[in-house]
């Protein structure tokens, strides 16, 4: 059966992963090969981790662009046998409501590096309803630092969640914080990632 024109024309969305060992440019030819393609980069996620470039975004197209050719096209710019590429259909519901609705919250975790502290804190958030939307550690030596950014639902009482959580925490030997997003943007303008690795004694 033969697609109707404004089928054949209809605006078609992705997501693309890519995971492969970091050098200068990926992102550059990763942005010009969906560029070259007729994609609009509408949200977009890279970090650099030891070595390995990790990059999950969203590419919206004017009309039909096949999975096929979008795999190929993002290999070719990568030029590393070893690269990872996964490219998904966008399928979630417009105006699908947030996972959690709720405020968006910033929590600080700092402490000397030990096994099991990621499965306490995230075993405590998730049996409190608290959504982990990021989550970054930073290690230097034996000392590290977490930061995640986090939704806690309206219903919860969040001095309640942060006591929880120093508990948990305080198991391992860790201090924790938890901020308002607002108050954390007004705070660190500038550079917020540096002054709280600087406080807690990494730079």
Same mark, same amino acid.
């Not at 492969?20 to 070259?36: F, P, T």
């Given at each position: ?16 992963? /890519? ?14 090969? #969906? !560029? ?17 470039? @990790? ?13 096929? @050719? $979008?795999?190929? !096209? +993002? ?6 046998? %070893? ?16 996972? &959690? =609705? ?17 499965? @306490? /804190? ?10 982990? %939307? ?14 995640? %950014? ?14 929880? #959580? =120093? ?11 938890? =901020?308002? %997003?607002?108050?954390? $943007? ?6 917020? &990632?540096?002054? #709280? $690795?600087?406080? @807690?004694?990494? +730079?």
């Amino acid at each position: 059966m033969r697609m109707n024109s404004d089928t054949e024309n209809a605006p078609c969305r992705y997501v693309v992963s /890519v995971l492969v060992k970091d050098k200068v440019g990926i992102l550059r030819g990763v942005s010009a090969a #969906l !560029a070259d393609l007729g994609g609009d980069m509408d949200g977009i996620s890279q970090t650099v981790l030891d070595g390995y470039f @990790a990059l999950i975004l969203t590419v919206t197209f004017g009309g039909p662009c096949s999975a096929q @050719a $979008l795999r190929a !096209a +993002v290999q070719d710019v990568l030029d590393d046998d %070893e690269a990872d590429v996964v490219i998904r259909p966008y399928d979630r519901p417009v105006n699908l409501p947030p996972t &959690v =609705q709720g405020a968006r919250y910033l929590v600080t975790l700092t402490g000397k590096r030990t096994v099991g502290i990621m499965k @306490a /804190v995230t075993h405590f958030l998730a049996n409190q309803g608290v959504n982990v %939307e990021g989550w970054s550690v930073y290690a230097d030596g034996a000392r590290v630092t977490h930061l995640g %950014e986090v939704t806690v639902p309206d219903l919860l009482d969040i001095k309640q969640v942060q006591d929880g #959580l =120093q508990d948990v925490v305080a198991a391992f030997g860790f201090a924790c914080g938890i =901020q308002h %997003e607002n108050i954390f $943007l007004v705070t660190n303008k500038v550079g917020a &990632v540096r002054p #709280l $690795l600087r406080r @807690a004694g990494h +730079v």
